[in-house]
């Protein structure tokens, strides 16, 4: 019985952090300004590059394996910072989307729902990605793509522009993505 509970009780503490760790921390969002200084620049062509399949097949095939393992780490690695940056500013948007989702407009509302249901799906498949790319540091032979994270983070970011677009019309918020 008590080991039942046990069982139970850490099982809502993780959903719990889990939660927690999905939505992110606290940001007011409340103008192109603030966005700027909380959203952190992603090269989304160069992350391409590193979780290119195909990339990782031409470096396995030239190099030789002691070689490819050190390149390959040091490619999972910025990757990886990617990946924290890009799960940064999902948490982000979602805060964002959040305060629309209260407005009063329905467009505007609309919009603030599927960005945060976008953002929330791209950060909780950054932290998954993120375990895959650890794991692949340990043993970087094994293949790894996180190829999917840069468009599902390009589709994100294209539904923040246009949320911020409708927010903020008169000064845009292109330029803070």
Do not use: W
Request: aromatic share 8%.
């Amino acid at each position: 019985m008590i080991s039942t509970l046990i069982i139970v009780l850490l099982a809502l503490l993780s959903l719990v952090f889990l939660l927690r760790l999905a939505k992110g921390r606290a940001v007011d969002i409340k103008s192109p300004d603030d966005l700027r200084s909380h959203i952190r620049p992603v090269d989304v062509q160069a992350f391409r590059n590193l979780t290119n399949p195909n990339e990782e097949e031409f470096l396995h095939a030239y190099l030789s394996p002691s070689e490819f393992r050190t390149v390959q780490r040091a490619r999972l690695r910025a990757a990886l910072e990617y990946v924290f940056c890009v799960a940064n500013n999902a948490a982000v948007l979602i805060r964002m989307a959040e305060d629309a989702r209260h407005s009063t407009d329905p467009s505007v509302a609309e919009a603030g729902q599927k960005l945060a249901d976008s953002a929330l799906r791209l950060r909780l498949y950054a932290f998954q990605a993120s375990a895959k790319l650890y794991l692949a540091m340990i043993y970087p032979t094994g293949r790894t793509s996180s190829y999917e994270l840069a468009e599902q983070y390009e589709r994100m970011t294209r539904q923040g522009i246009l949320l911020g677009r409708m927010r903020f019309p008169a000064r845009g918020i292109s330029s803070a993505l």
